[in-house]
C-alpha cells in the first residue's frame, strides 16, 4: 500500500524514474506474495535480492532530495532530463500557498506561469525523505521476513518422510503377506 501511494504521487509529480522503480518494486511484492502462497522460495529469493536493490534506491532518494554529494534537487534527473517536474509535494505540502503570476512579457506563452510558493509547514524534500526512509523500514521488515519464510520453507523440504524413508518409526505399515500365502502361490 505505501508502494502504491508513493506510485500515485510520483505520478503527479511526474518523475519518471521513480514511477518506473516504484512500477517494479510493485511487481516483485506481488510476485514475492506469490512466491509465499505457492511455496515457491525462489520467489521469495528474488524478491529479497530485490529489497537490497530497493533499499540502495531509497537510499539515493534521500541522498538526492538532501543534496549529498554534489547532488541536487533542482536537477533533472528523476524525470530522464525530459521535463522541469519536480515532486508534488514542492507545490502541494503541508500548509503551502501557491502564488501564480503570467509572464507578461514573453509572447507565446500566455498559458504559462509563473508560480512560488511560500509558508509551507514543512519542506517538500523532507516529505520526500520521510517516503523514502519508511520505505527502508518497510523493506527491512519484509527483508527478515523473506529470510524467514524461505528457511521454513527449505526446512520443509529437508524434513520430507519419502515413504518411510529416513525415519526409524514410521507413521505408517505396510502389511506383508504372511510366507505361507507366497507358498501358496507356488503350488498352484
Known amino acids: 500500500l505505501a508502494a502504491l501511494e508513493r506510485q500515485v504521487f510520483d505520478f503527479l509529480g511526474y518523475q519518471w524514474a521513480p514511477i518506473l522503480a516504484n512500477f517494479l ?3 516483485i511484492v506481488i510476485l514475492g506474495l506469490f512466491g509465499t502462497i505457492q511455496y515457491r522460495p525462489r520467489y521469495i ?3 529479497a535480492i530485490w529489497i537490497a536493490i530497493w533499499v540502495t534506491w531509497n537510499i539515493f532518494i534521500i541522498c538526492f532530495y538532501l543534496e ?3 547532488l541536487s534537487k533542482d536537477s ?3 524525470t530522464f532530463n525530459i521535463s522541469r517536474h519536480q515532486s ?3 507545490e502541494n505540502g503541508p500548509g503551502c500557498v501557491r502564488k501564480e503570476a503570467s ?3 514573453i509572447k507565446g506563452l500566455d498559458s504559462h506561469s509563473y508560480i512560488s510558493v511560500i509558508g509551507c509547514a514543512l519542506e517538500y524534500r523532507y516529505i520526500e525523505v520521510m517516503h ?3 520505505q527502508i523500514l518497510i523493506a527491512l521488515v519484509g527483508f527478515v521476513y523473506a529470510c524467514y519464510v524461505v528457511s521454513v520453507f527449505t526446512e520443509e523440504e529437508d524434513s520430507f518422510d519419502f515413504i518411510g524413508g529416513f525415519d526409524p518409526f514410521p507413521l505408517y505399515h505396510v502389511n506383508e503377506k504372511p510366507t505361507n500365502l507366497l507358498f501358496k502361490q507356488t503350488y498352484l
Open 25 to 27: 518494486h510493485i511487481i
Open 45 to 47: 529469493v528474488v524478491y
Open 68 to 70: 549529498v554529494g554534489g
Open 76 to 78: 533533472e534527473l528523476l
Open 88 to 90: 508534488w509535494w514542492s
Open 103 to 105: 509572464m507578461s512579457g
Open 132 to 134: 523514502s526512509s519508511f
